[in-house]
């Protein structure tokens, strides 16, 4: 790893970590006009709370009224749909069922439809148990009632991210793995961050240091006042034919701490149950556990009784950074020129555009002085969703590398080079999704590891998500 | 190669034994134009990874390895005329025949006489047996460990941990000793091994433990396996190892068929066919192991003949009526599954599948009724059992446990 190639470079902005959060920031400050440097101590962006989650693009019908979490989640879904075409990201309107299947769950409905109309949600429309089970024939028929959320959509919770700091590369900003802030100070004018590969300096730091985002800020301002509590969510994937088991994403009526276990299916032709809510200590590993994960499968076949005849694909967990507090914990601090953006905890791939747009107006506030860029550069993404043009359907693609996904050399090739190349197997499977189908690497293996040779910083070997 | 025409007369989808078989059968017999598609970019199917003997006893009188068989097959079927295309994925089955597919010029249909799916089986990976834990790399199936042994010289790990006493369990073995690798230990669920006796002189001559009653429960480490823990008789260990390899779990590759508008069968979860190997759409046939899990290379190739001759008589007409054939019936618990589940009226050639296969689903013990006879069966799951075909109308099973 060569060290800091900025040496004595001054930025205006430095964002610390590239979860979802950062990438929004970070193109954010760029589109502004910053000089922005990404900060990031993984190998690969996406690594934190990021790598995993529902992918459900929320509305914000269910956020706490009035709460800046639910301004961010309206913004950042309003701005997600005016850019995703220029960015060839994907969305799938699927709408969203909140079902109850209990007496005391079918009482509470007319309260969470006042509360979304309250969040701005109108077109919420309530269903009878007949009507339910006209929408999704395959729902178990002890369901009772519930209502419609039309725009709760889901989208590629890795392309979006991706799409968002290409951006931001595109147009000038800086992107640094490997590199792990590990201290700093604020001289009056500028800070200077320590960091494992060397120092820098910038204007102003955003701490969006997510599942550390406590520590970041000890580190930076010698206090915080929030403490990050990891709550673990695991998930079971299903094959892609248990996709038509499901039209909505299928949503329980919330309890007080989470949204409770999910139906829905992924972008990519997949189904999936999830996520749990568990309380851990470990901000690193988000561990599977046999008996939780049956659970989750049985949890899915008594909505979709069908269910218990699809094969599990793919297992997951993911950790979200929440705090002793249900609401986000942003705050810019005044003279010290730095920005917290924590305890982003479970809407935060809706919420991140909406996020990086309210970081902006603070940033403004700490003296960030914007020149909006005329006419930045927009790269596309490859869509890799079910239903978009795939690269198999294109002459000249060298041919099918992982046969379950269908992604081809060209694309792997592709995905190996350019600003944001990844140095993981796990990267490289966000970007092109090879070897996350049914067969789990069975066939493509040794097809990949020969593509990957010498490409990758920690060589190819079987599955891995670290 | 020739150009991929728009029809032909039988279209082949996967080259391994079965459909390598079929094709050469097909052109030996007379047939046109058959072409085999194959999405890898080598035919010869499981075997062009599996570096041991013993294969090709049967077909070519005389013992060699898996890729020495695959390439043998592979010039067999060109000498006998079929047309073979490498890097041509089917991604979709059509009523009637038609199929579409990808190669690396983009995508394509052809529409056929006839289709053969010939997809094979793969193993049970990771995420479907629940193991908990992290997702490190470092985690194979035995078909991806000899793909990265055999195809590309590779070593994934030094000390993994084999799960399953399958037979292909101890191929894997095989496959780490060849690599320099040192398996750590076997470990098996059940209280013996799945595979017959012998295979015990597998690991005890390479001087690896095989551990019985004992479940992987979960996998540790971040980029690499480090450990993972092991459970015997209600206790919990943790064992350093630095991969894992799950062995056997077979199940078909039908992901094509699940998608299509052809009969699966829930037992064997390949598709529904009768004694010609004949779907429930009569322009579709299958052979090999896709039909079920799991037989030997020689059985699929000559399963893969017979459905061949089979084909013949279909486009010669001469098949009696899909439409007219009858369910085969099972009565009474224990047995997983039954090959064909379909037998189509009397009339017609000899049978391509010419014996009953069943399978049991736990071990059973008691009396078969099939067509007026009874027949003692004492069943373990993995064991192969074959019984007459039954004759039409007479399509019911009956099972009573002593
Ligand atoms: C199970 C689950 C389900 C969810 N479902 C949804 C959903 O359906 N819809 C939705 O909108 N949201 C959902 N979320 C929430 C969403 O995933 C999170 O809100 C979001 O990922 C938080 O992103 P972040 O950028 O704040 O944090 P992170 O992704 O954790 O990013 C922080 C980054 O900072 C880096 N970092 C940390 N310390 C340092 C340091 N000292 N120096 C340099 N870098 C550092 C980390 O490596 C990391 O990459 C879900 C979350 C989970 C866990
Ligand atoms: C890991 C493993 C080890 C085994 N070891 C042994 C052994 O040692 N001895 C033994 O006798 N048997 C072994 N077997 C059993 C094996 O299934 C048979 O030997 C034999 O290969 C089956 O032949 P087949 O033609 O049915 O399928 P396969 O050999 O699996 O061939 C199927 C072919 O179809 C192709 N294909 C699949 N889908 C498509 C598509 N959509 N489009 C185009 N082509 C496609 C595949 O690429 C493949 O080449 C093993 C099986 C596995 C999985």
Redesign the pocket.
Known sequence: MPDMPHGSARFDAAV?????????IARRLTLLGARVAV????PD??????????????TGFDAPVGSLEAAC?RE?HREYLEIRERLNLPLDRAGALVLAWTEAEEARLPELIAQSRQNGVADVEMFGRKELLDLEPALAPHVRAGFRVPRESLID?WSA?HAYLLQALGNGATLLRD????GGGFDGAEWRLE??RGPLRAGLVVN??????D??DE?LLGTCDFRIRP?????VVFDKTAARLACHILLPVPGEKT?GI?VCRTVWGNLLV????EEQKDRET?ALVPATLAMLRAKGAEILPALAGEEITALY?????ATERKEYRIRAHEGRRMIT??G?????????LGIAVHVARLAEGLGLAPAPLVDPAWPRIENLSDGAERDWQRPGNGGILCHCELVTRREVAAALQGPLAPQTLAGLKRRTRVTMGRCQGFYCSAGLAECTKGRLAHPMVGEGDG | MADLPESCDVLIVGGGPAGLAAAARLKRLGVGAVHLLERESETGGIPRHCAHSPYGLREFGRLMSGPAFARRLTAATVAAGAYLHRQATVTALHPGGRVSLTTPEGVAEVTARAVLLATGVRETPRAPRLVGGTRPGGVLNTGALQGLVHLDGLKPFDRPLIVGTEPVAFSALLTCRQAGMRPVAMVEPAARITARAPFRAVPLALGVPVWLGTALVAIHGTERVEAVTLAAGGTCREVSVDGVVFTGGFRPENALLRASHLAVDPGTRGPQVDQYGRCSDPAYFAAGNLLRAVETAGWCWAEGRAVGRAIVAHLAGRLPPREAAQAVTVEGAGLAWVLPQRIAPPGGPPAALPRLQVRAAKVFDGDLLLGGRRHRLVARPERRMTFDLPGFGETAIRLQPR
């Open positions: 610390v970590g590239a979860g979802i959060v950062g990438c929004a900060l990031e101590k993984a962006i996406l690594d934190g709370a990021s790598k995993a989650n529902s992918a459900i693009l929320h989640i950042g919770p991210p590199c792990t802030v590990t960091t494992s969006a240091a997510g599942l550390h985002g520590r970041v580190m709550r673990k969510g695991q998930f949204k999910v999830g996520p749990t809510a988000a967990a993911g950790l979200r950074p953006v924590g982003i905890r479970s809407t935060g791939m809706s919420a991140a």
